[in-house]
């Protein structure tokens, strides 16, 4: 009897270490390959969630795209190199740049009056100067060619004396044109000034000053929308 | 040694025939009761390639996502930089137009009317009847003593490059023509720009032809001037930044 029992239970013994063994077997391939091994049914539902997933994932690159080539529109600084380009315009007219180019140089020696002076400036400006300056300083719209007493020219406020040298950038041609023509404004300054001596010269190449004095403050002026 | 049937050696048949039947019975056990399919096999298979160019693509995807991400966090604190000079530049570009006589401004200021003398006599001298532009010229200059701001004649802004003119009788401002009655407007403070005005030292001429002529020269002081803004371009052909 006693043997026999104990034939029993080893053969238990034995059977259940047999299905371990399986077991032990199917867990090991499992985490081989779980994908072979995983049922259909958990293979589909690890599909659709992919898709889902994958799906949801290409939306957002292709919002992502969409921003990246706004953003690479708008970071082409055209705007920016527009604005920077237009500033510089309007800085050289404000005399607030230092400029360069081609133009007239007159010289004005002997006797002559600030008006005189100053209607040379509209003649020059009439025929087309771009910047302007008189002995070394550079004019602005605001700038004031003034006579506080006889014989005294001062520009923005600071006073120079003869010869006067006018430079204007633009076309030397139509400049000089305008200012020699017969019975123009040079011709009629020689006639009226004895020992006036005035020289038109052309230049190829000026280099104007920056406006050093203070810019204008706007008190009562304000700009309207 | 003697070979016992009675020892272990009895149970080995036994033992073994337990260990297949324990491993069939547990093979038999994971197996699906029952498989719907046909190939079940192949299915499998094709599944698992599924899912592992799925992953794959999402492996792909998650990575130029990352990548895109980064561009364009580069892209947007480039773009802030910009923003933040495109701020000062416009800023700057306006104070620049305000000072260049692009921007319509208002203020207190005064206005200068000139025009030609009614009187017509043949025995008047017709040049002295008559308003220059080298008159509109005087008046404006002065104007610019006086610390005036802004400056329009009969709604043509003077700008730097602006000049008076004339061809033949008319006067030109802004290569636009003028008629009379000239209207000179100036922004500024009125009672300085009036005070200069007034100075017998300036402007002798249209004085004493308003007294001889009858040529007109008025002045009036005015709470609120809109002066255009100068609507013509400003051309740098041969004007070139710096040296």
């Not at chain 2, 030109?172 to 009036?194: H, K, W």
């Amino acid at each position: 009897m006693k043997s026999r029992s104990a034939q029993l239970s080893l053969a238990i013994v034995c059977f259940l270490l047999g299905l371990l063994l399986v077991a032990q077997f199917r867990t090991q391939r499992m985490t081989d390959s779980s994908l072979l091994s995983a049922s259909s049914a958990d293979q589909l539902l690890i599909i659709g969630s992919l898709v889902e997933n994958n799906a949801r994932l290409r939306e957002e690159m292709e919002t992502l795209e969409e921003q990246l080539s706004e953003y690479q529109q708008a970071a082409r600084r055209t705007v920016l190199e527009g604005l920077v380009e237009e500033l510089n315009k309007v800085r050289i007219i404000n005399g607030l740049v230092e400029v360069s180019g081609a133009g007239v140089e007159v010289s004005l020696d002997g006797p002559i009056g600030v008006l005189d002076v100053q209607d040379l400036i509209n003649e020059l400006r009439n025929a087309g100067a771009e910047s302007l300056a008189v002995n070394g300083e550079r004019l602005t719209l605001y700038s004031v060619i003034a006579s506080p007493e006889d014989g005294v020219m001062t520009i923005n406020g600071t006073q120079f004396s003869r010869p006067y040298v006018l430079q204007a950038i633009g076309d030397p041609e139509t400049m000089e044109t305008a200012l020699l023509r017969s019975g123009g404004l040079i011709a009629t300054l020689e006639r009226n000034y004895e020992g006036l001596v005035v020289s038109v010269i052309k230049r190829e190449r000026m280099v104007l000053p920056v406006y050093k004095k203070e810019a204008i403050e706007f008190l009562y002026a304000s700009p309207v929308e | 040694m003697e070979f016992k049937l009675d020892g272990i050696g009895r149970y080995i048949p036994i033992l073994v025939i337990a260990l297949i039947f324990g491993a069939l019975l547990g093979l038999q056990w994971k197996s699906p009761p029952a498989r719907l399919t046909t190939a079940p096999g192949t299915e499998l298979e094709s599944g698992a390639l599924t899912i592992k160019r799925l992953e794959a693509e999402q492996e792909e995807l998650k990575e130029s996502i990352g990548r895109t991400r980064e561009a364009l966090d580069e892209y947007r604190r480039e773009l802030a930089d910009n923003m933040e000079m495109l701020k000062e530049i416009n800023a700057e570009l306006e104070r620049q137009k305000m000072m260049a006589g692009l921007l319509t401004v208002e203020g207190p200021g005064v206005q200068v009317t000139l025009d030609d003398s009614s009187i017509q006599s043949a025995t008047a001298d017709s040049n002295g009847c008559l308003i220059h532009e080298y008159d509109l010229r005087d008046v404006v200059n002065l104007l610019w003593l006086a610390g005036s701001e802004a400056i329009a004649v009969n709604g043509e802004r003077i700008v730097a490059t602006s000049s008076i003119y004339c061809v033949g009788s008319t006067v030109m401002v802004n290569d636009t023509r003028l008629s009379p009655p000239y209207l000179i407007q100036a922004v500024g403070n009125s009672i300085a720009q009036e005070d200069v005005l007034r100075n017998p030292a300036y402007l002798e001429g249209i004085k004493r032809r308003a007294e001889l002529y009858g040529v007109q020269f008025e002045v009036n002081r005015t709470g609120t001037l809109t002066l255009p803004a100068y609507k013509g371009g400003f051309p740098t052909n041969y004007a070139q930044l710096g040296e």
